[in-house]
């Protein structure tokens, strides 16, 4: 095996072992990084790299939407409207529909949440 290929499983493993890390201390991604004195770059940077290492080995896998417990209460349902989808989601038998015209608020709340699945 190429020792590139090895060194980079390593530092995949380690950034994945970091960040898992983070998410359990309950701390921002700021905080984390300040207190454990690497740059919210790098952070960032290896993140994506996990995330699409994820993805390309696992292109089918799905993650549960939960609302946050301080905003679930915001949450209404109302009529079903079909129009063109550019994205469909499927959370707990519910169907969510974006596309360009989804309002900005429930669009940033769907990617904080996603951002937050583990």
């Given at each position: ?42 952070y ?46 499927y ?28």
């Amino acid at each position: 095996m190429d020792t590139q290929v090895v060194k980079q499983n390593v530092q995949m493993s380690q950034w994945a072992g970091i960040i898992q890390d983070r998410i359990t201390s309950g701390k921002t991604i700021t905080e984390y990084c300040d207190l454990h004195g690497i740059t919210r770059t790098k952070y960032y940077y290896w993140l994506r790299k996990l995330r699409k290492s994820a993805i390309d080995n696992n292109p089918t896998a799905f993650a549960e939407l939960t609302p946050p417990k301080d905003e679930a209460k915001s949450i209404t349902t109302g009529p079903r409207i079909d129009y063109n989808a550019q994205v469909e989601l499927y959370v707990a038998g519910v169907r969510i529909v974006i596309n360009e015209s989804t309002p900005r608020d429930l669009l940033k709340m769907v990617l904080e949440v996603v951002s937050d699945a583990e």
